[in-house]
């Protein structure tokens, strides 16, 4: 059985072999992506070449291999640059050499295994779309801070997620790229003869094969499964190209090689996890993989599948249906007709497991939540929300809030400025030295904020330009943007994925007081940013509602659309919003990480008492809309109502309300609030800590 000793796992550095000695501490740090939150590490790969780093996307692994062998020459002889390159490695050693914290009843030779249709490490790795993502990314890299002993298991999406380019219109357009694995931080699992380790399931009636790529995440591996394997049919290659992919049959082929596919390569790896985390719906076939390898060996199947519940945990993210899918029982068995027979049962037996109550279909959270030992959402919201909705299940719901991962998502000068004022115990969350921000004084917690204000309107600056040059603009309109957007001004943000819930068109309901807030004398700016579903026209029609701006009077440079929203953009709009908005239709929202990203960066939330924001919002820390019962239409008009008075009465006034240093006296107060609360009670320390005590520890 294998081990998950970390020292035995460095990934092997093919860069090596291209770089000189003195260069190889790069490579080191390039293949694992604990680089990613440590700002020291992204500071050094952007000195060894400024304009390469930025062509590169901030992927170290493409800087290193496209760097030309002067430029690397002169690199090699920079003995300071080289020295904190080294100093670095020895500290990402340290932090490896670190043992495992065995609290969860987790240990190196039996781990945790997370497995997730996503992961949002970072933009340079792009197999993620949004949230759920983004919050497994996150989950990983506190892992690996907490020295839990865990691993995690996805797909290797080769075309990821989509890109999206607006036309003049507004309205959206996709296209993909196909990942080069040479240029990402990953390695191919091989076998004692150097040959790709494969593992085998059968999909279709016919065998499907998927070779195993593993990410260094610190101290945690992650396995992602490739179908993209010659051995296999054509289309069979392709199960695994698209995150998301609309084709329902590819889906649920996904799902089957995430789930069996993924315990089987731990098998193949040595790996016997403890505890099975299924992040939402899309892994719901891991108990039924665990119970087949359970009949192999001789139990029933009752017995089989009552011992796999007992290793399994469910985590679910939504309440939306297209978050809950359904698929036709017929649809099912094509694909997966061989399952019952090797878990020997029949069919009706194996379709009952994941019936919903009002019919015959087969839903992978039916299936997931009578599957696991437990079930959580992921707010206080959400978990009532969850158990009236599953509530004839009879199946147990409890809810672990979500958190950010501090490290990757506060910005530097802001850890630089809590650093120097708080204990260091403020990155594990602990509320004593969370509590030392309220002595910060008021003028060095402005300016850090204008510093990040600055730095989010340079990069919309920037962008902006590209993203209208590129859809062929006037060039008046092109250089509105960088004429008008103004780092002293009120910036608001509002970037998430788009869908008819999230309510992007209340920022445009009134389009009078809109303009308005725009472009009075204390005016604001607002940067928005978002992907559309491909399929989902409705809400590609809710991104070109936003162009009506575009042509109204004197607003072509206070608003701002960033084009292909990715997790770069994402950690530039939390850091430098003055207000977060979020809309959701309640009770649809189901956390909101979002929000808690720029809590933590000083920036306050202006939300619907949805999702997270109903525990974190106290009345001294942001701004609430409260819910309401009536219908849709009556529920749309009055949050849009309430929330141009809550920018007109309280947030412009109290935005602009200084002492004699231009010091916002009220609005820093605010902010403290809000970075006391989100850094005590809203990052992923407490989560991870919360998993730990309540879901993984629970049973044993």
Not at 204 to 233: C, E, K, M, S, Y
């Amino acid at each position: 059985m294998a081990s998950l000793s970390p020292c035995s796992m460095h990934a092997e550095e093919p860069l090596r072999s291209r770089l000189s000695g003195p260069l190889q501490p790069l490579a080191t740090l390039a293949t694992n992506l604990w680089w990613s939150w440590h700002p020291e590490a992204a500071a050094i790969f952007q000195a060894v070449d400024p304009e390469r780093w930025e062509s590169a996307g901030h992927n170290p692994v493409k800087l290193l291999r496209d760097a030309g062998p002067l430029r690397l020459t002169q690199v090699a002889r920079d003995a300071a640059l080289l020295g904190r390159a080294e100093a670095l490695v020895h500290t990402l050693e340290a932090d490896l050499a670190r043992p495992f914290d065995t609290g969860s009843g987790a240990s190196a030779e039996r781990p945790i295994a997370f497995l997730c249709a996503e992961y949002g490490l970072h933009a340079s790795l792009p197999i993620y779309s949004g949230g759920l993502g983004v919050l497994a990314g996150d989950v990983l890299k506190q892992a690996s801070d907490s020295a839990l002993p865990m691993v995690g298991v996805g797909l290797f999406y080769r075309r990821g997620f989509f890109h999206q380019r607006l036309d003049r219109s507004g309205w959206q357009h996709e296209w993909w790229a196909t990942a080069d694995p040479e240029e990402l931080p990953v390695r191919l699992e091989v076998d004692a003869h150097g040959e790709p380790r494969l593992i085998e399931l059968t999909l279709r009636g016919h065998p499907v094969v998927a070779q195993i790529w593993h990410v260094q995440v610190g101290r945690v591996p992650l396995f992602l499964l490739d179908t993209d394997v010659p051995r296999n049919q054509p289309v069979d290659r392709w199960i695994t190209s698209t995150l998301y992919v609309g084709d329902r049959t590819f889906r649920v082929m996904q799902y089957a090689v995430l789930a069996m596919g993924g315990l089987r390569a731990l098998q193949a790896l040595g790996i016997s996890p403890s505890v099975v985390h299924l992040n939402e719906g899309h892994a719901a076939l891991a108990a039924l993989e665990l119970a087949r390898e359970a009949v192999r060996s001789g139990l029933p199947f009752d017995r089989a599948l009552a011992e796999a519940r007992q290793r399994v945990v469910f985590t679910t993210h939504t309440p939306i249906p297209a978050g809950n899918e359904h698929y036709g029982q017929d649809e099912i068995m094509a694909l997966l007709g061989d399952l019952p027979g090797e878990l020997g049962i029949d069919r009706g037996k194996f379709l009952a497991l994941a019936q919903p109550p009002d019919g015959p279909s087969f839903g992978v959270t039916e299936l997931a939540l009578r599957t696991s030992r437990s079930a959580n959402a992921v707010s206080a919201k959400h978990g009532e929300v969850s158990r009236a909705m599953w509530r004839s299940l009879d199946v147990q719901i409890t809810h672990v809030t979500n958190g950010v991962h501090a490290p990757t998502w506060i910005a530097p000068e802001l850890q630089a400025l809590l650093d120097r004022r708080l204990p260091p115990t403020w990155r594990s969350g602990d509320p004593r030295a969370w509590a030392a921000v309220e002595s910060i004084p008021d003028g060095e917690l402005w300016a850090v904020r204008g510093a990040l204000r600055r730095g989010l309107v340079e990069f919309v600056r920037r962008k902006t330009v590209r993203d209208r040059l590129a859809r062929g603009e006037t060039i008046p309109y092109v250089e509105a943007a960088a004429r008008t957007f103004d780092p002293d001004v009120l910036t608001l943000g509002f970037a998430r994925r788009v869908a008819a819930y999230k309510r992007l068109d209340l920022l445009i309901r009134d389009p009078g007081r809109a303009l308005a807030l725009l472009q009075g004398p204390r005016r604001l700016q607002l940067v928005i940013a978002g992907k559309a579903h491909p399929s989902d026209d409705g809400a590609k029609r809710l991104v070109q509602r936003i162009f009506e701006l575009k042509d109204a009077a004197g607003a072509t440079g206070y608003v701002a659309f960033l084009e292909d929203y990715d997790l770069e953009t994402a950690g530039q709009l939390v850091a430098g919003c003055d207000v977060w908005l979020n809309l959701p239709r309640a009770p649809l929202e189901a956390s909101g990480t979002s929000g808690m990203k720029a809590a933590l960066n000083g920036g306050l939330n202006l939300s619907v008492l949805d999702g997270w924001w109903p525990e974190a919002f106290d009345g001294t820390n942001g701004w609430g809309i409260p819910v309401g019962g009536q219908d849709e239409q009556a529920q749309d008009a009055r949050d849009a109502t309430t929330l141009y008075e809550i920018l007109e009465r309280e947030v412009v006034p109290s935005f602009h309300d200084r002492d004699a240093a231009g010091v916002p006296v009220g609005w820093v107060r605010r902010i403290k609030a809000s970075l006391r609360i989100a850094g005590a009670g809203f990052t992923t320390a407490r989560m991870m800590s919360e998993y730990v005590q309540r879901v993984y520890r629970a049973g044993k």
